[in-house]
């Protein structure tokens, strides 16, 4: 396997990342090349600094980056030789098999749409984040990419975060589920009521209508809405479950008594923070391209960086990619066979 | 102060309902009377089974229950002697301030619009919650009440939820935020645009867009958002927090060690308990109508009773309707005033 690392734009600067790398290059033997895209004096100052010489190690020179704040498709049209654009040409050249970014996720999906283009019959692409619970995790889709959604680009969602989660996190039947306010079919909002019929149609475990009360009780494994809604849901959690953790933290060391009870239960909270720990999980993939793109966190550390590129490894290993194309042409098959729902998904577009 | 409780519809029975009204009425002494909407049977049978004489108590009868499942406005209009039917009537007829039920949300929402009307200039009304987070709560509206909004929805919500948070919460200058996907003005979809634009006229602390990421970092006392987001993120949470909760509980109990470490330092999370529960506020207040009513959460227990009593009492002292109609009133202005704003208000009523 053959992965370009976007090793600008990422909260903690080109070392950290590289040192990620490193980190994963050590246990995963099935990469053969590994190419570090970003500015060529930076990386080159960054491999001896951490002693970091492995022959599988190319680096691309890019001398711009895509900040936080670029705006992503008109930065990208600005930025010719950006890293993120860099690295994903190594894909569209065929030169890699998957890229990984920490940087903007505008300017990845940006890249993603215009260097690879989508999987035939998928009408939009969109961001996967796999969210741990106390007892599994779930792939929560979309995560941000695609604000403005159609009831078919949900069914599409739901039909690729199911073979994500079926291929990557284990699950041999996903249940996958609409994020709606009420599990009745009739609940909903003019977005979730369309996407709910087109579902009904395809071949999946659906489970129907979820609400927010079923996110963390094991009830659904795929989690399906539009990218505003799940960007929030994200976020909240992710702010949510930190702010309990600081407070625990608080709380735990206000007395003598506390501490020491604390450093008795200690490994509680080790298990407990291991398994809640967004970090995990390290890369958030962007379904429906023309290639592997893996979305690291703009905070990721070595450890998260790491992952990511573990992670990508059991997406070309799956081929995830090929099994979406597939079962998107059969899915819009089915629906397309449907007059109404045919009716329905035409009159959108 | 008289207030109504609908001591039916709740998941508990009317017993726990009427437990925990006798709690309040304990320090409650503003309250003059206090009317048990209900079944008569059930109410005579409940009272002195717990001991409860107040000689402030009233029966008024009821034959009829909106159940969870049922369909609002239908059911409504099919149940004319429901419980909460009853209690809302006795507000319209100026025999009590204000009304609390634990009953179907939707019933009461709809009973509130059909019996009370809005308050003068108000489009639509709402549902606000109060969500603790370690440092501070904020009010979050709407939690569920209305799924497709206008941007006059969520700029009336801004005032209300300011109104709100100032009075009951006592923060002196709220910070109101549009729940979005970035901080951005031109960040967030068609919705949160328009009401980005509205709420920048208002005489608000309007801190513009907020993120998931913001709301447990204390650094937003009101967010605003439509009911279908405001219903996901509140479930969310409650679910997330449930879900630690329960791990927690099920780490520390795993071995002898750590059970006497959950001993030593039990304080610290009997405080985090305390401070992050929902049932602590007890009631969501349905904002926008003429008359006071209150929404206790289905599963309210006793004290989530007694605090749904004594917030629906601060909200008749505050006057918080009356200070709503003034500065719905005073923002309609401002927002006619500004002729591009006017026209687009204008073109989507």
């Known amino acids: 396997m053959r992965i370009a690392v976007d090793v600008m734009g990422g909260d903690?600067?080109?070392?950290?990342?590289?040192?990620?790398?490193?980190?994963?290059?050590q246990t995963e033997k099935r990469i053969t090349a590994l190419y570090l895209v970003g500015d060529r004096s930076e990386i080159?100052?960054?491999?001896p600094q951490r002693g970091f010489r492995d022959h599988r190690v190319h680096v691309v020179h890019a001398s711009e980056v895509l900040t936080m704040t670029d705006k992503p498709a008109a930065a990208l049209r600005k930025k010719k030789?950006?890293?993120?654009?860099?690295?994903?040409?190594l894909v569209h050249d065929g030169k890699v098999d998957a890229v990984i970014s920490p940087g903007n996720t505008g300017g990845i999906f940006a890249a993603?749409?215009?260097?690879?283009?989508?999987?035939?019959?998928?009408?939009?692409?969109?961001?996967?984040?796999?969210?741990?619970t106390p007892d599994h995790e779930f792939v929560l889709l979309d995560a941000g990419a695609n604000i403005e959604c159609k009831p078919l680009h949900l069914a599409h969602y739901a039909v690729m975060g199911s073979i994500y989660s079926r291929e990557i996190l284990g699950y041999q039947n996903p249940r996958v589920g609409i994020l709606s306010i009420g599990t009745e079919e009739t609940k909903g909002n003019e977005l979730t009521l369309g996407a709910f019929k087109l579902c009904k149609?395809?071949?999946?475990?659906?489970?129907?209508?979820?609400?927010?009360?079923?996110?963390?009780?094991?009830?659904?494994?795929?989690?399906?809405?539009?990218?505003?809604?799940?960007n929030i849901v994200l976020k909240t959690c992710e702010s949510l479950a930190l702010a309990m953790f600081s407070m625990l933290k608080r709380e735990l060391t206000a007395n003598p008594r506390r501490?020491?009870?604390?450093?008795?239960?200690?490994?509680?909270?080790?298990?407990?923070?291991?398994?809640?720990?967004?970090?995990?999980?390290g890369g958030a993939p962007l379904l429906g391209f023309n290639g592997t793109v893996m979305k690291?966190?703009?905070?990721?550390?070595?450890?998260?960086?790491?992952?990511?590129?573990?992670?990508?490894?059991?997406?070309i290993q799956h081929q995830v990619n090929?099994?979406?194309?597939?079962?998107?042409?059969?899915?819009?098959?089915?629906?397309?066979?449907d007059e109404t729902v045919a009716a329905i998904v035409l009159s959108q577009n």
């Open 44 to 47: 080159h100052a960054a491999l």
């Open 201 to 230: 149609l395809l071949d999946l475990n659906f489970i129907g209508n979820v609400e927010g009360h079923d996110l963390f009780r094991n009830r659904v494994d795929v989690v399906v809405c539009d990218g505003f809604v799940g």
């Open 259 to 281: 501490q020491l009870g604390a450093l008795l239960a200690q490994n509680a909270f080790r298990t407990i923070k291991r398994r809640m720990d967004p970090e995990g999980f």
């Open 81 to 89: 030789d950006c890293s993120i654009a860099r690295a994903v040409e």
């Open 112 to 132: 993603a749409t215009f260097k690879l283009g989508r999987i035939p019959g998928v009408d939009r692409g969109c961001i996967a984040t796999v969210i741990p």
């Open 296 to 315: 690291a966190h703009g905070s990721a550390r070595e450890r998260a960086i790491a992952n990511a590129i573990h992670i990508t490894t059991e997406n």
């Open 12 to 25: 903690h600067g080109c070392g950290v990342v590289i040192e990620g790398v490193k980190r994963a290059l």
């Open 322 to 337: 090929q099994i979406i194309a597939n079962e998107i042409a059969r899915a819009n098959e089915r629906l397309i066979a």
